[in-house]
């Protein structure tokens, strides 16, 4: 088992240049998390998707931030006109949601800096 | 929504020596407190997890306590070994949304 897929590792863009992260869940997990970390400090919820449906985005700026868990694919974090203030780890984390269980499975972050 | 407050920021210790985590949350419907470790420029990583029908769990040189009551958990690690240096997080959850609610991390430093 792979485990949680995010790519690009590393990404530079330019402010107004949009940025497109991607994540491939565990094998039979069907449900993602992305979360944003900042330097000295914790990981802040952004979006929980299951395929094909957002679940709770409570965490996601309104504006220029869009999430999706398409039925086929990865999950795919877009940040449309990126400013300075996105620079920033984004981890994607995957789960099964057992009743069992509530552990979430972390991807090694993509770490977007913005010029 | 859910508040998760960790203290210390930093904590550093000697070889050997105990270290003690400590996390408050305000939310009383949360049931599930999950540890991360997360070493630098890595993925977290769970290492513990205890729900509120349990007061402790213990693995290896790792425990944790909850105390519903007052609303905080600890995390314990015994006999720290420099391989234990990392940022550790917890975290809370009500057990309908899974979505853990993290703190903002203590980054421990264990001395050889």
């Known amino acids: 088992n792979a485990g949680v897929m995010q790519n690009p590792r590393h990404l530079v863009r330019r402010r107004g240049q949009e940025a497109r992260l991607r994540c491939s869940p565990m094998?039979?997990?069907?449900?993602v998390y992305w979360y944003r970390q900042l330097p000295e400090e914790g990981l802040k919820f952004m979006v929980y998707?299951?395929?094909?449906?957002?679940?709770?985005e409570s965490g996601m700026p309104k504006e220029r931030f869009s999430a999706e868990f398409p039925k086929e694919g990865p999950s795919i974090l877009r940040i449309q006109q990126v400013v300075r203030g996105d620079s920033a780890a984004y981890f994607c984390?995957?789960?099964?949601?057992?009743?069992?269980?509530?552990?979430?499975?972390f991807g090694e972050g993509s770490r977007l800096t913005v010029l | 929504g859910e508040n998760v407050e960790q203290h210390p920021s930093t904590l550093s210790v000697q070889e050997g020596d105990s270290a003690v985590i400590k996390c408050t949350y305000s939310?009383?419907?949360?049931?599930?407190f999950p540890w991360y470790k997360q070493e630098l420029g890595k993925r977290p990583q769970l290492i513990i997890d205890?729900?509120?029908?349990?007061g402790e769990k213990k693995d290896q040189r790792i425990a944790v306590t909850l105390n519903k009551t007052a609303k905080h958990f600890s995390l314990h690690i015994t006999e720290t070994q420099p391989e234990d240096s990392a940022v550790y997080f917890c975290?809370?959850?009500?057990?309908?949304?899974?979505?853990?609610?993290f703190g903002r991390g203590t980054s421990l430093i264990v001395h050889p």
């Open positions: 984390a995957s789960s099964t949601r057992t009743a069992n269980t509530g552990e979430l499975f």
């Open positions: 094998k039979g997990h069907s449900h």
């Open positions: 998707l299951q395929k094909e449906n957002i679940i709770d």
């Open positions: 939310d009383s419907a949360s049931n599930y």
């Open positions: 205890i729900r509120s029908n349990v």
């Open positions: 975290a809370a959850s009500e057990g309908g949304s899974y979505i853990p609610t």
